[in-house]
C-alpha cells in the first residue's frame, strides 16, 4: 500500500496507478453525468430514470479521456 501511494504522489504510472486513477475518474463522471442528468431531466423523466440514464453518459465521456491522458503522460 506504500508503494501504491508513493507511486500516486510521484506521479509513476504503471498498470496499479492506471486502475486506481480510472476508478477515480470514473467515480466522478458518474457523480457528474448523475447530476447533471438531474438537473436536466428530472422534471420530465424523474430523477431516478435521469439519473440512471446521466451515469452512463459521464463514463463516456471521462474513460478515453482520462486513458488518452495517461498514455500521454506515460510517454513525455
Known sequence: MEALMQ???S???NVLTTI?????AGCIGALAGG???IKLGG???GTEVSLMMGIPFG?????PGILV???VLKFI
Do not use: C, P
Open 59 to 63: 463514463l463516456v465521456a471521462v474513460v
Open 11 to 13: 506521479g509513476h504510472i
Open 7 to 9: 507511486n500516486l504522489s
Open 43 to 45: 422534471k420530465d423523466l
Open 35 to 37: 447530476l447533471s442528468a
Open 69 to 71: 491522458g495517461l498514455i
Open 20 to 24: 486506481v486513477w480510472l476508478l477515480i
